[in-house]
């Protein structure tokens, strides 16, 4: 599914999502050669642990904090 101009933000799935049920089944390009679905989810695991596209997490400036990227609480939705 081709979604408008990305904003690199939480809006970017609202455009995805018009339907809760069916937001795990679509799927969306970022733009950069990769996809996410309207949960996020990019479709790949690390060690077991499904990876979601960063710039769909809940607060601006995530990323920057001195507590990054363990340690902080910039990145819980």
């Known amino acids: 599914m ?3 101009k990305l904003s690199y ?3 970017d799935l609202e455009q995805l999502n018009d339907n809760k049920s069916e937001r795990k089944d679509k799927w969306a390009s970022d733009g ?4 996410f679905n309207g949960e996020g989810f990019t479709g790949r ?3 077991g642990h499904r990876v979601f596209k960063a ?3 809940n607060k601006e400036g995530f990323g920057q904090s001195p507590d ?3 340690d902080c ?3 819980f939705i």
């Open 73 to 75: 609480d910039c990145c």
């Open 55 to 57: 710039h769909l997490m």
């Open 32 to 35: 950069l050669g990769g996809i």
């Open 68 to 70: 990054c990227p363990f």
């Open 45 to 47: 695991k690390d060690d």
């Open 9 to 11: 933000t939480r809006s």
């Open 2 to 4: 081709k979604i408008g």
